[in-house]
């Protein structure tokens, strides 16, 4: 069984796997959002043909740790996937994963527009490894 970990976004969300032992995350991909029966039959399919069994999505919140207005979306987006899933959503504080993401692929990718394409599934791994690391 794997933890998927979720960065929600509008047009893109981010997706990272754990590997079975639960200890160590991973990028998976970046899914460019479609509408919303067939975003969540995506990630029904995912869930299923990667063991998934349970759920980690980073929740955005301003520097005052208050809910960005992105939150309410995000919320509704896992709830009708936690459902759906039958598996639980744990949200989690994202604050900062996109600037650590950010950070992480300067160093290794020279051309923005390639690390833009990574930048939600490495925001996904980072959040999915922090709730893995407290788990422990």
């Known amino acids: 069984m794997?933890?998927?970990?979720?960065?929600?976004?509008?047009?893109?969300?981010?997706?990272?796997?754990s590997d079975e032992t639960k200890f160590l995350a991973s990028p998976y991909s970046t899914y460019k959002t479609k509408e919303p029966n067939t975003d969540i039959d995506y990630f029904l399919t995912l869930i299923k043909e990667k063991n998934v069994d349970e759920i980690v999505c980073g929740l955005p919140l301003n520097t005052a740790g208050v809910e960005q207005t992105?939150?309410?979306?995000?919320?509704e987006f896992m709830s009708k996937l936690s459902e759906k899933s039958n598996i639980k959503?744990?949200?989690?504080?994202?604050?900062?994963?996109?600037?650590?993401?950010e950070d992480y692929l300067k160093l290794r990718e020279k051309d923005w527009r390639k690390?833009?394409?990574?930048?939600?599934?490495?925001?996904?791994?980072?959040?999915?490894q922090?709730?893995?690391?407290?788990?422990?």
């Open 89 to 101: 959503v744990e949200f989690v504080d994202e604050r900062m994963s996109s600037v650590m993401a």
């Open 2 to 17: 794997r933890t998927m970990g979720i960065d929600f976004g509008l047009k893109r969300i981010g997706i990272a796997l």
């Open 70 to 75: 992105i939150a309410k979306q995000t919320r």
């Open 130 to 136: 922090d709730y893995l690391d407290s788990k422990k």
């Open 115 to 128: 690390r833009k394409e990574k930048l939600d599934a490495v925001s996904a791994t980072i959040i999915l």
